[in-house]
């Protein structure tokens, strides 16, 4: 065989090895929003790094069709040249599909039309679950083995009468039940490193604020936390910054899985539950975290547009 076509063929060989399962590369610009198209209405999206590539995820209000489409795009402000990840969307018949995201600066393809045979597997086939009362079901395989799952049914779960008479275990279950819920803030965060803190989601109920959070180590050493802090920071023209603790003196009511640890390579999500409270525009809410024995601290201000935004349930 002529030498001048080993690496060729090596690559190409490679490259289909590589993408074995993976029905399409799905090519995302700075300039332009690329369009997946589903069948049906999407349940989950999961995006392998969400470093530089976005997703404008269905929303709660819109066409008829907005729940089955999902909108891509790469960050303008980002620094990388060349960067792909995979993503994988589910929809709600269980249809799992399978993508690896590429960055290019010219796609040849904006818009994806998705057919059901292009999916990977139909996970109620594959996955089994966990009933809790009988209208609500969780992956097993999404449940933190150390929490206790509540045996109640929704309309319990949920119940006035319940906030009435213990108020804490209430703010528990509303906590556990959404700990896992998708982001409803895209690309909110702070950074250090390779140690991000999220803001998922600002919710309302009661005259009260649930700000859910996840923290997330991608690096091999375990972040050991000193403490997690709260306050409200205002900046007035000709004033020093001044930092407002909100403790459970203050209007703090509630912290649901608050870690002291995250090890290497894992995640954790969190609830705060806060007494009802608004910003103007030159106040935020603060969230400090520093780190024991290291130099990983993060600050994540979350400022009036969000805060004085919040999803009602």
Sequence with gaps: MNTKLLLPLFLIFGYCSFGQGIRDTIEVSRKFKTILIFQEN???????????????????IGSKFNSRILKIYYDDLAVEKENFTNLTVITESGNLYDFILKLSYSPNNLTWNISSDMAEVNINK??????LGSSLEIHTEDIDQ???????????????TLYADNPYEYYRRKSFYMQFDKAKIPRYFARKDNVFLWLKGVYYNNNELYVQLKLENKEGIDLDINFIKYFIESSYKNTTKQKIPITKKSGLLYEYKVPRT?????????????????????????????????NRNLSLRIGKDILNKPIRF
């Design 126 to 131: 594959e996955k089994k679950k966990k009933n």
């Design 42 to 60: 999407i349940a989950e999206s999961i995006i392998g790094s969400d470093i530089g590539f976005s997703i404008d995820l269905p929303k709660e």
């Design 262 to 294: 995250v090890k290497g390579n894992t995640e954790n999500h969190f609830v705060l539950v806060f007494k009802q409270f608004t910003l103007d525009n030159k106040k935020s809410l603060l969230i400090e975290l520093d780190e024991e024995s290291g």
């Design 146 to 160: 150390n929490v206790e799952v509540p045996n109640d049914s929704i309309p319990q779960f949920t119940s006035q």
